[in-house]
């Protein structure tokens, strides 16, 4: 690996905060997938950036192996892509706090998920927080990647990214290029509850690699169609959350949209169908994740490479940094 990519060069982050669901997946985990075919990839798992609200040192640990196998299981192919931990490449804590000096506290401050993150978590307000931004803005352009696929809810942080890259380049000269986000066909997958984004925390997630039973489940007790209050009644699905989740699962969906909309399947039906593409979807996944989960060591093992592999460009960047701004 050169220090700029001479193919456009492709990072994403994603918390080891629990099981995935259809949002990561929908959302950015399909497009990891998808691009580590076409260019130089890395994934990273941003345990630094869970500290800021898992605070128990063994959940913390557990959830990032699982977090490895789950994008394994998904399609991340260690041989096409570098899959690592962000803490097992600390250079990015050094930038971040260099880049801390180049960005003014108001942009922080103003960061949608920041205002988010302070409501829902009113006694844990860590100055992680604030600076979190930072830090993904660090893991990006440590690597100098390009291109970050993500889901919309990360669009402020992107932006973050890039008008920290200006007041870099400004004041040191240039060095950075800016990232760009690269969204899926489903930048925001709704939640069951059909109004917020898909979220563990709201309690509102579809898991991805859980049981049948659980899929179902949680797929049943979606909110459809509201303004359906009969069976007879004709359905909606260009608003209707189950059905927009059916055009990621099958070529169908036109054809079960028709029967909605005169009214010869109901918002039932649609949610069986539903669970049942969706466990028959994952369900290799599940049996990968099971296998990767029964061999820690293997999973282990593709982490620490990846970690060593991204050695030599994070360690070039930063003397480049460090020679910019004057540290000897
Ligand atoms: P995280 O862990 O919250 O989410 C991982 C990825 O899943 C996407 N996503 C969604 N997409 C569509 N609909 C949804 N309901 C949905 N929920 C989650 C997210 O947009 C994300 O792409 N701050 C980042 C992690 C990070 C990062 C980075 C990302 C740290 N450093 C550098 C990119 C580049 C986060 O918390 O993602």
């Known amino acids: 690996m050169t220090t700029t990519a001479v193919t456009p060069r492709i990072f994403s982050g994603i918390q080891p905060s629990g099981a995935p669901h259809l949002g990561n997946d929908l959302g950015a985990i399909r ?15 941003v345990d630094y950036h ?28 260690p041989e096409r892509c570098t899959l690592f931990v962000q803490s097992h490449r600390p250079e990015c ?3 971040a706090w260099l880049l801390t000096t180049v960005t003014p506290v108001s942009w922080l401050e103003r960061t949608p998920t920041y205002k988010e993150k302070k409501q829902n978590q009113p006694d844990d307000i860590n100055h992680g927080l604030l600076t979190y931004p930072v830090l993904q803005a660090a893991d990006i352009i440590l690597y100098k990647a390009t291109m970050v696929p993500v ?9 973050l990214s890039r008008e920290i890259v200006r007041a870099f380049n400004n004041r040191y000269g240039d060095t950075f290029p800016e990232p760009q986000a690269v969204y899926t066909e489903a930048p925001v997958v709704l939640g069951t509850d059909g109004v917020r984004k898909m979220s563990k925390s709201l309690g509102n997630a579809i898991e991805v690699l859980a049981d049948p039973e659980t899929v179902r489940k949680q797929v049943m007790g979606m909110v459809t169609d509201t303004t359906r209050a009969l069976r007879k009644d004709p359905g909606h699905p260009d608003t209707c959350n189950v059905c927009q989740l059916q055009r990621f699962f099958g070529d169908d969906h036109e054809g079960l949209w ?42 282990d093992e593709i982490l620490a490479a990846g970690a060593e592999r991204l ?4 360690t070039a960047t930063m003397a480049e940094v460090r020679e910019r701004m004057g540290l000897r």
Do not use: F
Not at 57 to 66: C, I, Q, V
Not at 311 to 314: D, F
């Open 151 to 159: 889901g919309r809810d990360q669009a402020a942080h992107l932006e």
């Open 311 to 314: 050695k030599p460009l994070a």
């Open 93 to 95: 804590t050094e930038l």
């Open 50 to 77: 869970a500290l800021t609200s898992t605070h128990d040192a063994a959940t913390l640990r557990t959830r990032t192996r699982e977090m490895a196998a789950t994008l394994l299981s998904l399609g991340l192919d």
């Open 258 to 299: 028709e029967g909605e909309r005169t009214a010869q399947t109901g918002c039932v039906d649609m949610k069986k169908l539903l669970a049942a593409r969706i466990t028959d979807h994952y369900a290799a996944a599940r049996e990968r994740y099971l296998e990767l989960m029964a061999t820690p060591d293997r999973v």
């Open 31 to 45: 497009n990891y997938v998808r691009l580590q075919a076409e260019y130089e990839a890395i994934y990273c798992i």
